[in-house]
């Protein structure tokens, strides 16, 4: 695939507060790439320097190998759904949609066509001219997508443009997305906090936090192969817990020894240990390795979510399992090898502090 | 809800005290005789050639002010928007504080300033420009207008531009406006109800005044606002003077008209 | 926009705006009467000021009204933005379009229809009639401002203190007062503002020797304006200018304890 | 219920600012005067001496103070106007007769002045003279050169364009006028008034400002070259300036006394009375002098000043200038229409 945008060694301050410290990024032509990350972390700074409605302190954005680092925002080949839509409140649906290209000089019949076709792709044929507080919110976001694929952007930037919808609109519009990125074959750059989305819908996923790209790879990659504690806290739940690398393919938890699959940490090495918690395997006391004594445990539909905690560290263990142990219950905890992920211990500072409020 | 509909009971008496019955004694005045016997002299004196000179010379100072005003304040307006928070709320301030000091010594300040051999030819000759004389002219009423109600337009195009969503002007450039074509599209239409209030917060005064025309304009120029007065001071035709403020009161209901017109967010853009 | 270029014009505005300012402020410190000619420093006009009856009276009256008018004009004012909200829309409107009128109508229509209603009725003029006058045009800045906070939430909240077994009174003094508090505030400081600088209806309606500052100062234009009068604005613009830059301060570090 | 109460809240608040618009105990005297016409430190010495508490206002022009006192809309008890006023307020029953015993030190005040007041109060009974003068031309020696300034004329020499101030005030205005044609300045002739008008029309362009009593500033700041103003305002000028000097035109001018008089509705006519015999002392009336440098009719206080003063015939005008000068004369309700209203017109102009 072709490189379309780069960012290279970009730096952005906001006061004395650092947002982004030498952020690097390459996006391919037709990708449908995320930024992940909890509010705070630079995100939404990075769509707004790619947009050109911040710039950069130091660095350079390329697209298409042309420095645009200067551009200013009208300039630009390509186009921003808004969080809140940025729908203009005094124009109607049709002049909303007709805005860039008017601008652009465009004549009054390709206008009328482009709008019908945009209508027609966000499945919002007749509201022509209605008036946009009129509109509810899943409308709203529909045309503020058809405002900005009218004018045909090489890619298109969304600023969590599902945040304002209920979850069942957020789900429709999810798969909504998906279909429209596949008709008109442009990039898509998606900001979003929401890791469900993000997997859902991402070909590649970057978890960000303080300004600082953590993990970059497909949905599956990021939520089964997490890099380090903050990526495995932040997509689905987790258990991490320390541990000691025997030797290659053997770690220690908890006074056990599990094999696994993971290898060249060295020997003896403290680690970090990451368990998803419907891959704990609960089993009768004395089936398993650890010993637990179940502390809480809740229906959440398909399984029962439980609280077990072990009886060697007190460590609390999320389980999530189909069959129902009672409360008060003493049972045994195993793990499949493959199914156990390690992590070198945090090195920096920063991350220690993540490490601690885990 | 009828109880807490008769907290307003103080206010509608004072409704009918203070603004009702005024009006109805103004309507007395000026349409009787000094016989009190019913007339439509007064108000049709607006006619008179003397009066209706009066009249479209202050149309024009007004317009001409408020015009003026709206082209200052306009781009000031999305200067302060767009300028970051700590700043922002210093120029608010900036601007409210000339305020207190009382307008008509500031008004006077300008006499002051714009004598023949005040202070601000003194400036010019200083640096070789010839000294200009506009003192007791009717540019000098034009800038004591847009000197005195300057904040008046300034403050509720702020009011209502700074309430514009950022992310809406930013979705104007993205999609590949310029910043002319911002200002045109976006801000002028959207900042409507400031511009209207402020417009009939600025126009109304400088239509009516007397005290500027009379500071700055050295008694060479007689404004409507000049003629009432004296009707009520010097000449005590009061039947006149009101007579005549009845006609003024018509631009008056012509802007209430106007602000009705527009969205109830110009009311609040007054503060 | 190039930055330079908007704080030239910034800048350009402001200058005119405080030029005057400067000017009073400077000539206040001025040895001579005149105002043509700087001839010295000197704090005689600041002595004058202070001796002289006339401009202490005048600013006692100026505040002995303006606080007893904005005072008045909040209370009746607050009152009616609630009890606006009870009414039908029709007669909402109706109210309101009242409401509008001292504010968009002239100064001078409004300072004379005040005064022939006083005359009609043989009110002579006097201390009382400027307090009238002013709480008539103060009323309608306090509903304009109290008016957009009493909304749907006020009604709420005081409906929940009904529900909690609160009396009528003390749901209003204990619940909605406080909601309105912001909006209150900012009415009587703008009622304030505008009683202490209105200049036409005061000069309409003020009775024997009642003097404001402005009336002071306009009998005085004419005469020539003695420089103690620029003395005394000089002392009321800074101490303004002092008060908000407190209020300021204040209020910055009221919000920082928020955020920390 | 709550209706009622809110209502009689309301009703009790009206009624409590209505009661307290009374005005405050002990003695006072209300005084309505031009701007700036006595020393303010007398007020004090009186107050000092008396007891009584003065309230003092200011109006700019007698035909500010009229419809105030005709129409009784504040109420004062001492005013100076100018003499046609005085006859207008005569006229109109709007002031009441001075009962001299509380005046002894009316003997003061020169019978040449209250022979002149006769014009406007035939009687003496209702008026005590303050000051008297005439107007003239105030002018710049420096700035007018070589031309001679002793004509009203002069004020429509075109060389002066910009720089010459006129008098803001109705009567004195078209004194101006009226002197220049021939006509006297109580004509009430439509047909001489047009005439006026339109010579004041003519000036209008070369005017720099109609102005008061701020005639002075101006010139003495040099902003003007010329101006019409009262000789009393002479001395003052000449020490914020010493290149001015005045003239009383040749065609004759207006001779102005304003005097103290007592309104019909004074209710603290006693204390009025007392105010008058204190500005009738010599020492009072010099003092008052030396600080207005107004002429004062009070002739055992000229008794006191110095003889240069004295005999400043800018300030103590001649007999010959006197006689050359007329007293305005109110013009009844009609005159004083027509006057306004071609008053009007030049200003609309």
């Known amino acids: 695939m072709k490189e379309l945008i780069k960012l290279e060694h ?113 499945n919002l044929k007749g509201f022509e001219n209605r008036s946009i507080d009129k509109l509810s919110g899943g409308q709203q ?77 497909t949905p599956e990659e990021i939520y089964n192969e997490p890099e380090n504690a903050f990526v495995a806290d932040f997509i689905g739940d987790s258990n991490i817990i320390g541990g000691t690398m025997i030797k290659d393919r053997l770690v220690k938890i908890n006074g056990h ?24 395997i609960v089993r009768e006391r004395g089936a398993g390795k650890i010993n637990g004594t179940v502390l809480t445990r809740v229906f959440i539909g398909v399984h029962y979510e439980m609280l077990i905690k072990s009886e060697e560290n007190e460590y609390e263990w999320l389980v999530q399992c189909y069959e129902k142990y009672d409360i008060g219950e003493k049972v045994s905890l195993d793990v499949i090898p493959s199914n156990i992920q390690i992590m070198n211990k945090p090195t920096s500072s920063d991350e220690e502090a993540i490490d601690l409020d885990i | ?176 406006a310029s910043t002319s074509e911002v200002i045109t599209q976006i801000y002028l239409p959207l900042s409507v109800p400031g511009i209207v209030s402020g417009v009939n917060m600025v126009f109304i005064p400088s239509l009516t005044t007397f005290v500027i025309s009379n500071m700055l304009g050295g008694g060479k120029i007689n404004l409507i606002g000049n003629i009432i007065e004296q009707e009520f001071t010097v000449s005590s035709n009061w039947n006149l003077g009101s007579g005549l403020s009845l006609v003024m009161m018509l631009f008056i209901v012509v802007s209430m008209i106007f602000l009705e017109r527009f969205d109830k967010t110009g009311e609040d853009s007054f503060i | 926009m190039k930055k330079s270029l908007k704080f030239i014009y910034i800048g350009i505005v402001a200058l005119f705006l405080y030029l005057p300012i400067i000017a009073l402020v400077v000539l206040s410190f001025n040895e001579s009467k005149s105002m043509a000619v700087f001839s010295g420093f000197s704090l005689k006009w600041y002595e004058e000021m202070f001796s002289n009856r006339m401009i202490m009276q005048a600013v006692i009256n100026t505040f002995t009204i303006a606080i007893t008018a904005s005072i008045t004009a909040t209370i009746i004012g607050t009152l009616a933005a609630v009890g606006i909200d009870g009414m039908k829309s029709k007669q909402q409107n109706l109210v309101l379009g009242f409401n509008n009128i001292p504010l968009l109508n002239a100064d001078i229509v409004t300072g004379i229809a005040l005064l022939l209603t006083f005359l009609m009725f043989g009110i002579s003029l006097n201390w009382g009639t400027v307090y009238l006058a002013h709480v008539t045009f103060c009323i309608p800045y306090v509903i304009l401002s109290v008016r957009p906070r009493v909304n749907k939430s006020t009604n709420t909240l005081y409906e929940a203190a009904l529900d909690l077994g609160a009396s009528r009174t003390y749901a209003f003094v204990k619940v909605v007062l406080p909601e309105l508090r912001p909006g209150i505030l900012a009415g009587f400081l703008l009622a304030f503002t505008m009683s202490v600088d209105d200049f036409v209806i005061t000069h309409f309606t003020r009775g024997a020797g009642i003097n404001t500052i402005s009336t002071l100062i306009y009998s005085q234009v004419k005469v020539g304006i003695r ?31 928020v955020i920390y | ?110 019978d040449k002045y209250m022979e002149m007041s006769k014009e406007f109060d035939p009687d003496n009974k209702y008026s005590v003279p303050h000051t008297f003068g005439t107007a003239g031309i105030l002018y710049n020696t ?99 300036n010493d290149k001015l000097e005045f003239v009383v035109p040749k065609e004759g001018s207006q001779l102005f006394v304003d005097s103290w008089v007592i309104t019909k509705t004074s209710e603290n006519k006693e204390n009025a009375e007392a105010w008058i015999n204190f500005m009738c002392r010599e020492d009072i009336a010099k003092q008052n002098f030396e600080y207005l440098t107004y002429s004062c009719p009070n002739v055992a206080a000229q008794a006191l000043l110095d003889e240069d003063v004295l005999n400043n015939e800018k300030v103590f005008l001649t007999d010959e200038t006197i006689d050359n000068c007329e007293v305005l004369k109110d013009l009844g309700p009609e005159g004083n229409e027509l006057y306004s209203k071609y008053w009007k017109e030049f200003k609309a102009e």
């Open chain 1, 10 to 122: 970009i730096t952005k301050n906001f006061g004395n507060l650092r947002v982004l410290d030498d952020f690097s990024l390459t996006v391919h032509e037709n990708e449908f790439i995320t930024l992940l990350g909890p509010s705070g972390c630079g995100k939404t700074t990075i769509l707004r320097i790619l947009g050109g409605f911040e710039t950069a302190d130091e660095g350079k954005i390329f697209f298409e190998e042309k420095d645009i680092t200067d551009l200013p925002a009208n300039k630009r080949n390509l186009n921003t759904v808004f969080q809140k839509y940025a729908l203009f409140p005094h124009m109607n649906v049709k002049a909303n949609i007709a805005f860039g290209l008017k601008i652009n000089g465009k004549s009054q019949k390709y206008i009328d066509d482009k709008v019908d076709y945009a209508l027609n792709l966000v």
């Open chain 1, 141 to 217: 976001q529909r045309i503020a997508m058809a405002r900005a694929i009218v004018n045909e952007p090489k890619v298109l930037l969304l600023d969590e443009p599902l945040g304002a919808l209920d979850l069942k609109l957020r789900q429709e519009m999810q798969y909504e997305l998906i279909r429209l990125k596949k008709e008109l074959g442009i990039t898509f750059i998606y900001v979003t906090h929401d890791q469900e989305e993000a997997l859902t819908m991402s070909d590649k996923v970057i978890v960000i936090n303080d300004g600082y790209i953590q993990q970059m790879g």
């Open chain 3, 227 to 257: 420089p103690s009068l620029f003395a005394l604005s000089t002392i009321i613009f800074v101490m303004v200018l002092i008060i908000l830059l407190l209020v300021n301060f204040l209020s910055k570090r009221g919000k920082e304890k």
């Open chain 4, 142 to 240: 420096e700035m007018v050169g070589d031309t001679v300034i002793d004509s009203w004329e002069d004020l429509w020499n075109e060389d002066f364009s910009g720089e010459i101030v006129m008098q803001d005030s109705i009567r004195d205005t078209f004194m101006v006028a009226e002197k220049i044609l021939g006509y006297s300045l109580n004509t009430v002739d439509e047909d001489e008034l047009k005439e006026a008008t339109e010579l004041l029309k003519e000036q209008k362009p070369l005017v720099y400002k109609y102005a008061n009593d701020s005639t002075r500033d101006i010139l003495a700041s040099e902003s003007a070259a010329m101006g019409v103003i009262w000789n009393g305002e002479y001395l003052y000028a000449l020490e914020l």
């Open chain 1, 257 to 280: 020894e599990f094999p696994c699959i993971d290898e060249g940490f060295g020997n003896n090495k403290l680690v970090d240990v990451v368990i998803r918690p419907e891959d704990v």
């Open chain 4, 1 to 110: 219920m709550k209706k009622k109460i809110v209502l009689v809240i309301s009703l009790a608040i009206v009624m409590l600012v209505l009661a307290s618009c009374g005005n405050g105990g002990g003695e006072k005297v209300y005084i309505y005067s031009y701007g700036d016409y006595f020393d303010p430190d007398l007020i004090g010495m009186f107050e000092e001496e008396t007891g009584i508490t003065v309230v003092l206002d200011t109006y700019d022009t007698c035909e500010e103070m009229y419809p105030v006192i005709k129409n009784n809309s504040a109420s004062y008890d001492v005013l100076c106007p100018s003499d046609y006023m005085i006859e207008r307020l005569i006229d109109e029953d709007l002031l009441s007769e001075i009962n001299f015993d509380n005046v002894p030190n009316i003997k003061n005040i020169g």
């Open chain 2, 1 to 176: 809800m009828t109880s807490k509909k008769a907290l307003a009971t103080p206010f509608m008496i004072w409704i009918v005290a203070g603004t009702i019955i005024p009006i109805g004694a103004i309507a007395y005045y000026g349409l009787t005789d000094r016989n009190d016997r019913f007339t439509l002299e007064n108000v049709l004196a607006i006619g008179n050639s003397v009066h209706l000179q009066a009249l479209w010379l202050s149309v024009l100072l007004a317009l001409i002010s408020t015009v003026i005003c709206f082209l200052i304040a306009y781009p000031l307006a999305i200067i302060m928007k767009n300028s970051n928070f700590g700043k922002r709320g210093f120029m608010i301030f900036l601007f409210i504080l000339p305020m207190w000091m009382n307008f008509l010594l500031r008004t006077m300040a300008w006499q002051v300033l714009l004598e023949k051999n005040g202070v601000i030819n003194g400036m010019l000759e200083a640096i070789g420009l010839p000294g200009q004389e506009i003192i007791n002219t009717l540019s000098a009423i034009v800038l004591g207008m847009v000197y005195d109600f300057l904040p008046f337009m300034i403050l509720p195009i702020y009011n209502v531009i700074s309430k514009i969503d950022d992310s809406i002007i930013e979705a104007a450039y993205d999609l590949g």
